[in-house]
């Protein structure tokens, strides 16, 4: 069984321009969540998706949005990049979403971003 | 004040020592508490979780809660150099999301 899927690994980019993020979930997950990863904040949530709904919110700015399509999969776009964003994003996705699942989420490897 | 505090470490034991990983947290509508472990340049996965205060056991980990000090401790028997990675403790209210520490980064020495 295949588990989550995240592109790119790796990217770069300036303050200013906007990124987009992929993840696909492992097959039958219907719940996607998002989250930002940096040594001093830890593992912070972002949002989460459950069937093409956002569920869930963190406390970040607006420029943070993500989308989920009907096959599950999701994306999340950061527009006017700060240096402050550089970061691992991490998607974890689960069989009932956060509120059904016991805490059990399957995490991809993350997309590291780093903006200059 | 962070929601659930963890000490970042890093913690250095040698190979079979007992370890242990601790963190408060502060929101008492925490209903389950989770270890998850992350190696190196790879996500989390779920090592533990529990529902309530008490302990679990699986293998050679231990998962303790105490909800009455809002303490949650993870231990590790006869620690293995594969058990090296970062430790995250995290909590969970079905009103709202999965609060994570900032984890704890493990070294076992040979």
């Known amino acids: 069984k295949a588990g989550v899927t995240q592109t790119p690994r790796y990217l770069i980019k300036t303050r200013g321009q906007q990124v987009t993020l992929s993840c696909s979930p492992i097959?039958?997950?219907?719940?996607v969540s998002w989250y930002q990863q940096t040594p001093g904040q830890g593992l912070q949530f972002l949002f989460e998706?459950?069937?093409?709904?956002?569920?869930n919110k963190g406390n970040f700015p607006g420029r943070f949005s993500g989308r989920q399509f009907s096959n599950s999969r999701s994306e999340m776009n950061v527009s006017t990049l700060e240096l402050g964003d550089s970061a691992l994003y991490l998607c974890?996705?689960?069989?009932?979403?956060?509120?059904?699942?016991?805490?059990?989420?399957?995490f991809g490897e993350g997309s590291r971003l780093t903006v200059l | 004040q962070k929601e659930v505090e963890q000490d970042p470490g890093p913690l250095s034991v040698p190979e079979g020592a007992i370890v242990s990983l601790n963190c408060t947290y502060s929101?008492?509508?925490?209903?389950?508490f989770m270890w998850y472990r992350q190696y190196s340049r790879k996500g989390p996965e779920l090592l533990m979780y529990?529902?309530?205060?008490g302990n679990k056991e699986d293998g050679r980990f231990t998962a303790q809660v105490d909800k009455s000090s809002k303490y949650i401790s993870l231990f590790i028997r006869d620690s293995q150099p594969s058990d090296s990675a970062t430790y995250l403790c995290?909590?969970?209210?079905?009103?709202?999301?999965?609060?994570f520490g900032s984890g704890t980064r493990l070294s076992i020495r040979p």
């Open positions: 974890a996705s689960s069989l009932g979403g956060l509120a059904g699942a016991g805490g059990e989420l399957f």
């Open positions: 097959s039958g997950h219907r719940s």
């Open positions: 998706y459950f069937s093409e709904t956002q569920r």
């Open positions: 929101n008492s509508a925490f209903q389950y």
């Open positions: 529990t529902y309530s205060s």
């Open positions: 995290a909590g969970y209210s079905s009103a709202s999301k999965i609060i």
